[in-house]
């Protein structure tokens, strides 16, 4: 399922217009997306939880050339399944 099938499957089910399922959608993943850069976790019972997890730099070699180089820290955003989804998706 990509966002906009998502979309379109809110509206059917909420009897909603397509614009308004959209804001909707929009309107939660922005606020995911706020709260993840504030670095917060977002927990969605029954689903799972995202947060961002900091990784250190390091140095690592170019696979073409064989340099070494230098990898800066990042930060990344990690989705944890949870329980019962875990259980869900496994029954199948």
């Known amino acids: 399922m990509n966002k906009s099938q998502l979309i379109e499957a809110l509206a059917k089910e909420e009897n909603l217009p397509l614009k308004k399922a959209e804001e909707?959608?929009?309107?939660?993943?922005?606020?995911?997306?706020?709260?993840?850069?504030?670095?917060?976790?977002?927990?969605?019972?029954?689903?799972?939880?995202?947060?961002?997890?900091?990784?250190?730099?390091?140095?690592?070699?170019?696979?073409?050339?064989?340099?070494v180089i230098e990898v800066s820290p990042k930060k990344l955003p990690f989705f944890k399944v949870g329980k019962e989804l875990k259980e869900r998706v496994d029954l199948f």
């Open 24 to 67: 909707v959608v929009n309107t939660i993943f922005a606020e995911m997306e706020t709260a993840l850069v504030r670095g917060e976790r977002v927990e969605i019972r029954g689903l799972g939880s995202f947060k961002v997890k900091n990784y250190d730099g390091y140095k690592g070699r170019n696979p073409k050339t064989g340099d």
